[in-house]
């Protein structure tokens, strides 16, 4: 018998209903990684529960906090999914709640103070009689899958199993294991063109924007956006190297120790900037422009620009608070004018948000569907436990161990940067305006 047209056969699986949880922030293409999974399972009998809002109401789950359908969850059927695979948001919504955040390493699973949180977790997955979970998030909702997995491996013996497997989720694209993210080239897109819109009013106006778009930790997106969007610039933590790397003293907050930090020299990053500015005047006849810098940057700040600022419940500086594009373009501005004795309109805007849930690009939904479908082969056909479901060359499904992504010691993951002088690195420097250092 021909197969080549036929799907693949019904299996008997220990998995009979099977819980789907978002966290963290939104990326294009999340109802394709949920729909395409949710349907793998459904077409095999299988129970599917949508568990609302990440892990927040999880961790409401009581004695007086039953879970509730509606409320806490929903049944995702057939009919629910009509039309789903392209559609914007989040069918389940998503939230940053971390039910791992006291856990910092291996010995702190023993610990029933440190674990609570995770225990109400389990305890509302079991209460629900889930037999497998399905996360999907970045890198901080890795770490929380993981964390998951490693606490049930100290319950007592005969306790119920739920098996973890994580899809990676992050316009940022700094993840290890995978090469592209979905949402990522959705996300590129949209700010590639809201840059191109911004240089049509810079060209009109003679001006220049300093654009501050999302990337915490690595420059995919940013040099990305400024790949397609034909930025005059891009910066990002992978350049804070050579001349425009620094250190300094500081105090650790939580031990007291002094530390030495490593920060960026943002007066050379700063001339550089304008050195841009006034090379594309001299040798291009071009009095405006976009410079693209990746959020990240913030944390690279000398500490007189971040004092202050909060802290999320992942350690990570609360960007939001910092305007980042506006700070660089003031100190641009003067350091122009000390450069070329002129003036020149330097307008700082923050994108990002507005990409996280733009309609999905035909690629970011196949790329999304095929991870769909990879949590279904993982859990039912492989039957594995405690991996990240990848995609490489022709969408080709992989299954990643989370100890190969987390490390044991820390419980914490590896950012991707990109590889400094990598030919992706290589191709931003091909396409800007090309100054001397």
Not at 112 to 136: F, N, W
Not at 224 to 251: F, K, N
Not at 367 to 387: F, H, N, P, T
Not at 430 to 437: N, Q, S
Request: aromatic letters at 8%.
């Amino acid at each position: 018998m021909n197969t080549t047209l036929s799907r693949p056969p019904q299996m008997e699986s220990n998995v009979h209903r099977v819980a789907i949880l978002f966290a963290g922030g939104p990326a294009p293409a999340a109802n394709a990684v949920i729909s395409t999974a949710a349907c793998s399972f459904l077409r095999n009998n299988i129970e599917v529960l949508g568990i609302m809002y990440g892990y927040s109401c999880l961790l409401e789950y009581g004695p007086d906090h039953p879970m509730t359908e509606g409320r806490d969850y929903i049944k995702i059927t057939h009919s629910v999914l009509k039309r789903t695979r392209n559609t914007q948001g989040i069918m389940i919504g998503t939230a940053r709640a971390n039910p791992g955040k006291g856990i910092s390493e291996p010995a702190h699973l023993k610990d029933p103070e440190r674990t609570k949180q995770l225990k109400t977790v389990y305890d509302a997955l079991v209460s629900l009689g889930v037999d497998a979970l399905i996360s999907i998030g970045g890198d901080d909702t890795l770490k929380t899958a993981n964390k998951l997995k490693l606490f049930q491996e100290q319950l007592p013996e005969g306790s119920p199993h739920i098996p973890v497997v994580h899809l990676p989720k992050t316009i940022d694209n700094d993840y290890m294991g995978i090469d592209f993210t979905f949402g990522y080239f959705t996300a590129v897109e949209t700010l590639a063109a809201e840059i191109r819109n911004l240089l049509a009013d810079a060209e009109a106006a003679q001006s220049y924007f300093v654009v501050e778009t999302m990337g915490r930790s690595a420059g995919w997106l940013a040099y990305g956006a400024a790949i397609a969007g034909e930025a005059s610039l891009v910066m990002s933590v992978e350049d804070v190297t050579g001349m425009y790397e620094a250190s300094e003293q500081t105090t650790d907050p939580t031990t007291g120790k002094t530390m030495i930090r490593r920060v960026m020299n943002l007066d050379q990053v700063v001339k550089r900037i304008a050195a841009t500015m006034r090379v594309r005047e001299e040798a291009e006849n071009k009095q405006y422009g976009v410079i693209v810098l990746a959020e990240g940057l913030a944390e690279y700040l000398p500490s007189e620009h971040i004092e202050g600022i909060p802290r999320d419940d992942h350690g990570h500086i609360a960007i939001s608070k910092l305007n980042l594009s506006r700070l660089f373009s003031d100190l641009i501005g003067k350091e122009y004018t000390k450069q070329t004795g002129k003036s020149r309109k330097i307008t700082g805007l923050q994108l990002g948000y507005e990409s996280r849930c733009a309609r999905p690009q035909a690629f970011d939904v196949m790329l999304g569907s095929q991870l769909g479908v990879g949590a279904y082969r993982a859990l039912v056909e492989k039957r594995l436990d405690g991996v990240m479901v990848s995609v490489s060359g022709q969408l080709d499904l992989n299954y990643v161990p989370f100890n190969q992504l987390v490390d044991p010691a820390t419980l914490v993951t590896v950012v991707r940067y990109i590889e400094p002088d990598s030919d992706f690195h290589r191709l931003a420097r091909f396409l800007e305006t090309y100054v001397h250092d």
